[in-house]
């Protein structure tokens, strides 16, 4: 047996064996077509390493205190009593007026109700029946659960976290062991256990203008709320459907908050409410420009104003975000 001897571009020798009676010719094409398709992987492979996309710099981080520094909160003009913006990431408030004044929270009380129901551990798949015992007899608001309509302890969480209905939220405290009482007991336990010290409930709807909080209050049970995968699914779902056991039927409940159907608005929790005493609230978390927000409004004047409030400090934060030098972002 002899060796063939082959250069590629001074790259160096290739010795390769040769038995007797094959052509070195026919070596040459060979090695000539391994060497060709090895180049062309070689191009390619640089190509498309040349050509790779490359990942966005991440957008630059204001710290709040930092953004507080641009922030003109004079221009922010709310038609909320009370307004209270707090910065999740920092832990700062970046807006705050008369947020430490008890006053009716109405529906915002849910959240309260769904948190001890949740804690409680009562199982979810349990049949519960509308009765009379759940009527409204303080405001004398409507509900579409009529007397005889039977839902799951967790369907009846969906109508009253996203319909905000309070048939449903009646029903689940009466069905506790204990009754209405013991929940409205363990509810304001609870309130103590998280440090809101100004907040006291009467029961677990909120249509009894006893019920009162203040925003710095409610921003802690947002933060309680917060990590309840249900809670948090219900209250952003914009629609959703029960089934009545009694009859078969479905029903649909729409969201009450109207923001959830716009686009623009990152929501991962929300809750609305409205009663004469307590005006029109809201509660959420949101996230406005990369930055993790709970915002409370109280007491705003007219139906649709809580929403604008809203628009207005999501407006009023990424305009400050603008004005901020670069220079004092930190990655």
């Known amino acids: 047996m002899s060796y063939a001897t082959l250069s590629y571009n001074n790259i160096g ?17 060979t090695i000539g077509a391994l060497l060709s398709v090895s180049g062309a992987l070689l191009y390619f492979g640089s190509a498309k390493s040349e050509n790779a996309p490359v990942a966005p710099t991440p957008a630059p981080y204001v710290k709040a205190t930092e953004l507080l520094r641009y922030a003109n909160p004079q221009h ?8 209270l913006v707090v910065d999740e990431r920092d832990g700062v408030v970046l807006y705050g007026r008369d947020i430490d004044t008890s006053r009716p929270i109405a529906s915002l009380t849910k959240l309260m109700t769904a948190l001890v129901i949740l804690e409680s551990e009562q199982s979810l798949e349990a049949p519960i029946a509308i009765t009379t015992d759940d009527r409204d ?12 309509t039977i839902l799951t302890r967790d369907d009846l969480l969906r109508a009253a976290l996203s319909a905000s209905d ?17 929940f409205v007991a363990a509810m304001n336990a609870k309130a ?18 006893r019920n009162v909080s203040t925003a710095r209050d409610l921003v802690k049970l947002l933060d309680a709320v917060h990590d309840q995968p249900r809670i948090h699914a219900f209250t952003t779902t914009s629609e959703m459907w029960v ?35 307590a005006g029109n609230c809201l509660a959420m978390r949101v996230t406005v420009a990369g930055r993790p927000l709970s915002i409370v409004l109280l007491n705003s004047w007219g139906k649709y104003s809580k929403y604008g409030d809203a628009r207005r400090i999501r407006d009023w934060l990424i305009d400050t975000e603008r004005r901020v030098p670069l220079t004092t972002a930190a990655i």
Request: hydrophobic share 35%; net charge positive; no cysteine.
């Open 13 to 29: 020798l290739l010795y390769l064996p040769v038995k007797h009676g094959v052509k070195p010719t026919n070596i040459f094409l």
């Open 76 to 83: 922010l003009s709310l038609r909320s009593q009370v307004a």
């Open 137 to 148: 007899r303080l405001k004398g608001s409507h509900s579409r659960l009529h007397y005889g």
């Open 166 to 182: 309070n048939r449903a939220a009646s029903a689940l405290a009466r069905t506790v062991p204990g009754g209405t009482p013991a």
């Open 192 to 209: 103590q256990a998280l440090g809101m010290t100004q907040t006291h409930f009467a029961d677990a709807s909120g249509l009894d203008s």
């Open 243 to 277: 089934t009545d056991l009694a009859t078969g039927r479905s029903m649909a409940f729409f969201n009450t908050n109207r923001l959830l159907r716009q686009e623009g608005w990152g929501i991962s929790l929300t809750k609305t409410g409205y009663t004469a005493d």
